[in-house]
């Protein structure tokens, strides 16, 4: 990885000064993942350009001492992209090797410091997340001109398409802190990773480096949830901090907007499974099973209905069933309510006795993600031999996709949906079921009915026949 | 066993069901006190009797090893710590009843070391017994009082007032009277003095079922009905010698160790019931035949005893045929089958036989319902339309160990349902005899020659499809206790292997979000071990360590093979739609599959899939193989080609991206040294080395994207099988991988379309210098023509060696291949030094537990064993592929 700083500054050598390495030598500094060169392939009156090239040790990464670094996907791999792209690795070298530039300092030239001057940035390899606009966004509104050279991923396959990399020269009329200060932040809000653990000495980290220019970004949310990676409770606090400063202006306005977006999906979710809760409580059900219960939304609402005395959550990810305890406080819950929830790993493909004797199952959006082919064995596993009293059961109207304005025509709703039923098939199908297996069935549109292709969703509540 | 002596089973059947009207056995009575003799069935729940201080627990270390005896004292202790403490009584009984509750159902001998003395103490214990079919033995310490009370004076950890022993005595002696009652009939043993513990001996006995130690071979028959001819007909063809005596007796002469087993009925509805009870009781008489009693012939037995009973089902027949019969005869007959023992376990518990099946937690026990299992099987309590019972599916419940053979209700073809058949095909129906051999598992039929009766319900009008598709109805659903939590799986190559509930946990989503159907999962690959690395300057992977591995576990012939680099696939083809169906029961008209190593389908277009298929169908139709090798399917080992099909995404978001990337970053790099270096600043070993990392950038793209090329249609893909894994019945682990790559190189180049792909391979002698080399040569042309490297095998499938188990192969990749694995500039020698050091003996460990997996389910599927047993091999290799193992090896 390479970053050039060039100046037409006269002197242009003056950039030595500013940087603290001479022109005429290269240095060599040794860092905890490889080490950093710093030297001049041009160094004249009119024109200077100094270069930081990045060494990063492709062998070190991978074995380096546990607890080193972040434990993530791309370290623990030979063949990464992170020795040779700009990521949070050319940050952490820019505030070691220029550290005195970076915060403004110059023993020699101390005016010059604080003067803008006309510089020039290059980046041989810049990951880029959100691709050029994201770039143009970020660097534009703090002055500069940004020049982007987009790369294939391999010009023999091009139907592979572009890589996420860029060739990148800014340039800009500003003080060289400044424009460190930017790199040092936003190289790894563009490639959207850290390589190093993320906590709260990160906020202060960016509240120090974007004191001057971040509480006036355009693109502050963005730029600070991507450089805390993602987590909210931090983004949260860094950005009351921001606004401290800023006067609160135009926050409320983007959250609400946030709540808008999300509002139209958690909708429909909503809907979905306050009409469920609805048909388990309409059938009289006290011990109900949620399989497929993911990370327990539907579970949190039956158990807030005092009519159900035994909750019983089954998924096949153990994943998603942490994640649910986790958000349901199971190992905090007061032992009145605790005792009326149980979970486990289970799979709708086998047979199994801790499903039998239940009132009621509640099965929401997980039939589309089994194959059709696997679908009987579903059947019976849930109809033969868990055959509880009701069934609940939703799955997607694929008719209905037609009204998501985002969703590719012929696409699923989800990556890993098997198949998405018409309100026909879905009704020829839960028939069958109940001629096969003894049940009744009425079906029930959930979400905002469209006059032509229906609800979003579809809901079928099956009853068992006793007397017969 | 002799015919006069009564049939204990039958007592003890009495006696646990407290039938005391069902007496058709004249009981001897038993003295109290044998001369000093116990008889102790093994296993059974032996309750010792006796007050406190009356000689018990002495009398049960004396007897009993120390894991057989639960005592209350020691119970008491634990769960609060002091054995004398009264209040922990009932905790204590709570322990020991639930100790007891494990044994029992592990079918282990049992003491129980406490009092005892009242009948509210034994109550729980007798029915204890019962639950778990045990026998029940009292001992009992009736000593006098003093005594008792003087042995606990002289024990200094305990302080018992005198009262409490009084009163102890009295309670057993109130209670001595109705211990028969109680449940111990049979084995009640009373000592009075001393001396009578003294001079107690206790002797074990097998229960009667126990045959543990008879291995066979043998001949198990079918319910024959006085279908005499057919059974002649039937031993001859099993090679038995029959021969006519001057007197008319038939005599049977086994064939060399055979011996026949009788599943029983042996009378009622057919022509010739004497003689078939003539010739049963002389064969069980000479040491050839075993017989378990069918309800037929109890049922014959009790009317012949002159007892009141229902002359239907054929038995009104069969007193006819035996009027005429001296009275002798029918005594005998009457003794015979009283004397048969409800059913036995065989060859070290491997093998049950009964007439109506026995379900694994009452095989080898003895009670009245086991009895009652064994006759009759066990029944819903409904009637059918035909007016039969309705029975309830043990079969398809059953999950023992042991096989379980079987008749009672006829079928028109024997099928295996979880390790258990019924060889009831209904030769007095009509149908035919059937002999099932043990342990080859084969099937020998005759015809019946005529319908000597008619059927309630018409059992060969069973729709033929129906019949033949029970095995896969019955074991359509798998069972999730068959697969979750920690699992031991026996396997015949590498005894036990264990999987670790952890890795269950992940191999359950694998296999539930993205397998293919169970039914076609017979097989997974294992994961291969690279050679140990090697000291060759630039190199990590060269065949002399291959070599040297194999030459030190006493290999000496190895073959290589080209390692292809695609994506592993197994390939599952089929001669016809209704092969799919039959044999795998997967009815959606395919010719196959071809699935992952990690049982995901391969293809997400079925109609590539169906395309693949037929070529190699087409294939195997050319070559014939399905004569030659006699199937009507095969499965196969396979690289499918190229990789970019299946790593379409690991290419764009990996491989692709830091090739890319590091070009780029190397050439500018590059550049502005060299600007550097021409203004005079001194760059040189920088520039040399960013020269050196340059380049390995440009090989390793190089290396990675001959893999990848553009598959339009099915003429793109390339499938290169190199091992013929099973066909019908047979795993072909004992051949040769020079007989299989014959095999396949044959099928390869009768493949029209030119979608097989033949291997290259070779045969090198370990231990001659001239073939190694040779060898090496080979595989540095191979690796510097963009070959992946070599696959390096001992010539025999499977290698046992000194010290068990030899890798089954092991992989030997090329120099610019590791790239792809290591990274680009990973043969920079700093990279390389520190690239040596890795350890290999977890994945050489998981690769012989992984491929002694593999080997067992085709095994098992080959055999025929229920779905859940071929799954559980299957789901484990999943479960171990997710051990933590470096993903570089």
């Known amino acids: ?468 | 066993m002799s015919h006069t002596s009564p049939n204990p089973e039958t007592q003890a059947r009495n006696e646990m069901e407290g039938d005391s009207k069902e007496r058709n056995v004249s009981h001897k009575a038993k003295p109290n006190e044998p001369q000093g003799k116990f008889k102790i069935p093994n296993p059974s729940l032996i309750l010792l009797i006796g007050p406190s201080g009356s000689g018990k627990s002495t009398f049960a270390h004396k007897h009993f090893k120390p894991t057989e005896i639960l005592s209350s004292d020691f119970c008491r202790g634990l769960v609060s710590d002091d054995e004398t403490d009264q209040s922990a009584t009932n905790d204590a009984f709570e322990v020991l009843r639930f100790i007891a509750a494990k044994r029992l159902a592990a079918g282990k001998l049992t003491v129980i070391d406490a009092t005892n003395v009242q009948v509210e103490a034994r109550k729980p214990l007798v029915a204890l017994a019962r639950e778990y079919h045990y026998l029940t033995v009292a001992i009992v310490f009736n000593m006098p009082t003093k005594l008792c009370q003087q042995r606990n004076e002289a024990r200094a950890d305990r302080d018992l007032k005198p009262h409490v022993v009084r009163q102890q005595s009295q309670q057993l002696r109130r209670s001595l009277r109705g211990l028969k009652r109680e449940g111990f009939r049979n084995f009640l043993y009373v000592m009075s003095t001393p001396e009578a513990v003294e001079a107690a001996h206790l002797e074990r006995q097998p229960l009667w079922p126990n045959r543990t130690d008879e291995h066979g071979p043998f001949d198990i028959i079918g319910d024959i009905h006085g279908c005499f001819d057919e059974l002649i007909d039937l031993l001859k063809a099993l090679g038995y010698e029959i021969s006519t005596q001057p007197d008319g007796n038939t005599v049977v002469e086994p064939p060399h160790g055979r011996k026949v087993i009788f599943v029983g009925d042996f009378v009622d509805r057919g022509p010739k019931v004497a003689e078939v009870l003539r010739l049963v009781m002389h064969m069980q008489r000479t040491g050839a035949a075993i017989c378990v009693p069918g309800n037929h012939d109890v049922k014959l037995a009790r009317a012949l005893r002159g007892r009141n009973v229902n002359p239907t089902h054929g038995l009104a027949e069969s007193l006819a045929q035996l009027e005429n019969e001296s009275t002798e005869f029918k005594t005998e007959i009457a003794e015979f089958l009283d004397s048969l023992v409800s059913h036995y376990v065989l060859d070290n518990g491997k093998l049950v036989v009964a007439h109506a099946g026995m379900k694994p937690e009452l095989q080898g026990r003895a009670s009245g319902r086991v009895r009652e299992f064994a006759l009759y099987g066990e029944t819903t309590g409904e009637i059918d339309e035909f007016g039969l019972p309705i029975r309830a599916n043990w079969a398809d419940e059953y999950r023992g160990p042991a096989t379980v053979v079987y008749g009672h209700t006829p079928v028109p073809e024997p099928q295996w349902v979880n390790r258990t058949i019924n060889i009831d095909t209904g030769c007095v129906f009509g149908g035919k005899l059937t002999a099932l051999r043990y342990p080859e598992r084969e099937l020998i039929s005759v015809p019946a020659y005529q319908m000597y009766y008619q059927p309630i319900k018409p059992f060969l009008d069973e729709a033929d499809e129906q019949s033949t598709l029970k095995t896969h109805r019955t074991d359509d659903i798998l069972n999730i206790d068959d697969v979750l939590g920690k699992r031991l799986i026996s396997t015949r190559l590498h005894h036990n292997v264990t999987i670790r509930e952890e890795n269950t946990i992940n191999a359950l989503e694998v296999m539930s979000r993205f397998a293919v159907n169970p039914k076609w999962l017979i097989y997974l690959p294992p994961t291969m071990s690279p050679t140990e690395t090697t000291n060759k300057p630039g190199l990590l992977e060269h065949p002399t360590e291959a070599f040297t591995y194999y030459r030190k576990q006493g290999v000496s012939k190895v073959i290589w093979e080209e390692k292809h680099m695609g994506s592993r696939a197994v390939v599952i083809i089929c001669r016809d739609p209704e092969t799919a169906k039959k044999r795998f029961g997967i009815a959606d008209d395919t010719l196959g599959i071809c699935y992952t190593r990690t049982g995901r389908r391969f293809f997400e277009d079925t109609a590539v899939e169906a395309e693949m298929l037929k070529q190699v169908k087409e294939a195997v139709d050319n070559v014939n193989y399905w004569e030659t090798l006699d199937t009507d399917w095969i499965c196969l080992d396979c690289e499918l080609m190229p990789w970019s099909v299946k790593a379409q995404e690991l290419l764009k978001q990996q491989y692709a991206p830091v090739g890319a990337s590091a070009r780029i970053a190397f050439g500018e790099a590059v550049t502005a040294l060299e600007t550097a270096a021409e203004r005079g600043i001194d760059v040189g070993r920088i520039l040399d080395d960013y020269r050196q990392r340059e380049e390995a950038v440009t090989n390793y793209v190089k290396a990675y994207q001959q893999y990848c090329w553009h598959v339009q249609s099915i003429s793109d893909l390339k499938l290169a099988p190199f091992h013929l894994l099973a066909t019908e019945g047979t795993v072909y682990f004992d051949k040769n991988h020079l007989w299989h790559m014959e095999m396949l190189s044959k099928l390869c180049e009768r493949s029209e379309n030119g979608l097989l792909f033949a291997t290259s391979y070779g045969i090198v002698n370990v231990t001659d210098n001239a073939s190694e080399t040779e060898a090496i040569c080979r595989w540095e042309e191979l690796t510097e023509q963009s070959g992946e490297g070599a696959v390096i095998k001992p010539l025999d499938f499977i290698v046992q060696g000194k010290r068990g188990l030899v890798q089954p192969a092991v992989k030997c990749r090329g120099r610019e291949y590791l790239r792809i694995i290591y990274g680009p500039e990973y043969t920079l020698p700093q990279n390389l030094e520190r690239l040596r050091t890795r350890g290999l003996s977890h994945k050489r460990s998981l690769a012989l537990r992984e491929f002694a997996l593999g080997v067992e389910a085709l095994e098992r599927f080959v055999h025929r064993e229920p779905l859940s047993h071929v799954h559980e091999c299957v789901f484990g290799i999943l479960s171990l592929e997710s051990e933590a193992v470096d993903p570089r090896l």
Not at chain 1, 237 to 251: G, K, M, P, T, V
Not at chain 1, 327 to 352: A, M, N
Request: proline share 4%; net charge negative.
């Open chain 1, 1 to 468: 990885m390479l970053l050039k700083i060039s100046t037409t500054y006269a002197p242009a050598t003056d950039l030595g000064y500013l940087l603290h390495k001479h022109p005429a030598r290269i240095q060599s500094f040794g860092l905890s993942f490889g080490q950093a060169h710093v030297f001049y392939p041009e160094a004249r009156g009119e024109t200077c350009t100094a270069a930081l090239l990045l060494d990063v040790d492709p062998v070190g990464l991978v074995r380096r001492p546990h607890g080193q670094f972040e434990e993530n996907f791309a370290l623990a791999q030979y063949v990464s992209d992170r020795p040779y792209v700009a990521s949070s690795f050319l940050s952490v070298a820019i505030a070691r090797v220029f550290s005195s530039a970076l915060s403004g300092k110059c023993k020699d030239r101390p005016q010059l410091a604080e003067t803008e001057i006309p510089l020039k940035v290059e980046l041989s390899i810049l990951p880029c997340r959100g691709g050029e606009i994201l770039l143009r966004r970020l660097f534009e509104p703090l002055g500069y001109t940004v020049t982007a050279e987009s790369h294939a991923l391999n010009a023999q396959f091009p139907d592979w398409g572009q890589s996420r990399y860029f060739t990148v020269t800014l340039e800009n009329t500003c003080r060289l802190s400044e424009l460190l200060t930017h790199l040092y932040v936003l190289i790894p809000v563009l490639d959207d990773e850290k390589h190093y653990w993320v906590g709260d000495a990160e906020i202060e980290k960016l509240l120090k480096h974007g004191n001057d220019w971040l509480a006036a970004h355009p693109e502050q949310e963005s730029i600070v949830h991507r450089y805390l990676k993602h987590q909210r409770h931090l983004t949260r606090e860094a950005l009351a901090q921001l606004r401290e400063e800023d006067a609160q202006e135009n926050s409320d306005t983007i959250q609400a907007q946030e709540e808008a977006q999300v509002e139209e999906r958690i909708g429909l979710n909503e809907i979905r499974l306050a009409s469920v809760t609805e048909a388990l409580k309409q059938s009289s059900a006290k011990r109900v099973l949620d399989l497929g219960c993911g990370e327990g939304k539907l579970l949190r609402k039956l158990l807030a209905e005092k009519q159900f005395e035994e909750i019983v959550g089954m998924d096949v990810s153990h994943r998603a069933l942490r994640i649910a305890q986790e958000r349901l406080h199971y190992d905090r819950l007061p032992e009145k309510l605790k005792e009326r929830l149980r979970l486990f790993q289970g799979s709708l493909g086998y047979r199994d006795k801790r499903l039998a004797g239940y009132d009621a199952a509640a099965i929401v959006e997980v039939i589309e993600h089994l194959d059709l082919a696997r679908l009987a064995t579903f059947e019976r596993v849930l109809f033969e031999f868990a055959c509880p009293r009701t069934v609940v059961l939703t799955t997607p109207n694929i008719e209905y996709n037609v009204q998501f304005e985002n969703l590719k025509a012929g696409n699923f709703r989800h990556k890993d949906h098997r198949f998405e039923w018409t309100r026909d098939e879905f009704q020829a199908w839960a028939t069958r079921i109940t001629k096969r297996f003894g049940y009744t069935v009425v079906f029930h549109p959930i979400g905002p009915e469209d006059e032509n292709v229906g609800p979003p969703t579809q809901m079928a509540v099956f009853t068992r026949k006793i007397d017969e």
